[in-house]
């Protein structure tokens, strides 16, 4: 019941920050289409702790705010390299082992991969993450774990 009444406050919250008109008959729609969504999900069995992840609630905005410093700093190396010209560049690929043990920390450990610049997560099978990155220097920093580390941090 906790995860329906969070899935229900998420929709309503994005329900009414989106539609800027509050007249009552589209807050009936709206309730009606929360309605709808939360009956369908609840019967296809998709509410539960990692479609709801409340757990992450109190540690989630301390590593976002790591994660966008990673991307600044990441913004810089790329147009560093940028700059600099071809000769700067030097692609490189390695598949990368991780601890992570919930699906959850794997999926957001591979996309924070991808969000910061200069590096993507390719592919994601079991225990194993193939990244590319622009120059070597990424998949080392990504090897020393600090990435994986605060990821690990949340998923307890």
């Excluded at 989630?60 to 700059?83: R, T």
């Excluded at 969000?115 to 225990?127: I, K, R, S």
């Excluded at 080392?140 to 949340?154: D, H, I, Q, S």
Aim: charged share 20%; proline share 3%.
């Amino acid at each position: 019941m906790r995860y329906t009444l969070s899935l229900v406050a998420v929709l309503a919250f994005i329900w009414l920050a989106n539609s800027g008109h509050y007249t009552p008959l589209l807050l009936t729609f709206g309730l009606l289409s929360i309605a709808l969504v939360v009956f369908l999900a609840r019967r296809m069995g998709l509410v539960d702790r990692e479609s709801q992840p409340l757990h992450l609630s109190m540690s989630l905005p301390g590593y976002y705010w790591w994660l966008f410093c990673k991307i600044v700093q990441s913004n810089l190396e790329v147009a560093s390299c940028v700059w600099r010209g071809r000769q700067s560049i030097h692609p490189a690929s390695a598949r990368l082992e991780t601890k992570l043990q919930t699906d959850l920390g794997r999926v957001l450990y591979a996309n924070s991969i991808t969000l910061t610049p200069g590096t993507v997560a390719v592919e994601l099978e079991g225990d194993e993450i193939l990244v590319h990155a622009l120059n070597a220097g990424g998949l080392e920093e990504l090897r020393r774990g600090e990435m994986e580390n605060r990821v690990r941090a949340l998923e307890e």
